[in-house]
């Protein structure tokens, strides 16, 4: 590994365009479209280089410039009350997003040249409820995204697998300054991996690192001062 002293800033130019409503109980309706032209994207490159201290050439990654890529998304989001749409409902608080996304490094081939660490989409859905006859709130929420394969470089593949993360929690609260709230994380616990394949005219070297998730609990006294 080794840095590179000719290396070049990023930029990007762009245009975005957004759409917002606001409801009447408080709630949000929003829309967001947004494109970019990058010149000068910097990637992680392994490639042959000349070495000083031997006559054998050597594999050397560096940050590099490879030249213009493109990328656009469209961002949905929507908070509201339930009862704002359903009359009989309850006051459920509900959250939710969307994004999706597309990108193209000019520099490397396809179909999976894309920009680096973005996913194709993402998607959050949340609730939240406060009891009426007790001092009792209630909330969940899920993320979504899927599985990527992105073409880091001319020789590399990435992988990584799809990612669906639950969360809930309960809040009792004692009196308006104390409360005690019991919460967990990844309520739906999945194993999660990453990958690479690097292809030269001599090997191919593939890796693979991952592991299992955990539901991780909390039991927690809180208090304002």
């Known amino acids: 590994r080794a840095g590179n002293p000719e290396l070049k800033p990023e930029l990007a130019t762009g245009v975005e365009i957004g759409y917002e409503k606001y409801l009447s109980k408080g709630g949000l309706l929003s829309a967001n479209f947004f494109a970019r032209r990058i010149s000068n994207l910097m990637r992680n490159v392994t490639a042959l280089e000349d070495v000083s201290w031997s006559a054998t050439p050597r594999w050397v990654a560096r940050p590099r410039n490879l030249g213009r890529a493109s990328t656009m998304g469209l961002e949905l989001e929507a908070k509201f009350r339930l009862d704002e749409y359903f009359e009989d409902a309850l006051p459920i608080n509900m959250r939710s997003n969307l994004s999706v996304f597309t990108s193209r490094v000019d520099g490397l ?117």
């Open 109 to 225: 081939p396809g179909p999976n040249n894309r920009i680096e660490g973005q996913p194709k989409a993402t998607a959050n859905l949340g609730l939240d409820y406060r009891l009426r006859s007790v001092p009792l709130s209630l909330g969940a929420s899920l993320n979504w995204t899927p599985s990527s394969t992105i073409q880091q470089t001319a020789l590399t593949e990435i992988t990584t697998s799809r990612k669906l993360v639950t969360d809930a929690f309960a809040m009792w609260a004692i009196t308006p300054e104390q409360s005690l709230r019991l919460s967990a994380s990844n309520l739906t616990p999945l194993d999660y991996s990453t990958g690479s394949v690097s292809t030269t005219d001599a090997l191919i070297v593939t890796s693979r690192s991952g592991g299992a998730s955990y539901t991780q609990w909390q039991l927690r006294w809180e208090m304002k001062i």
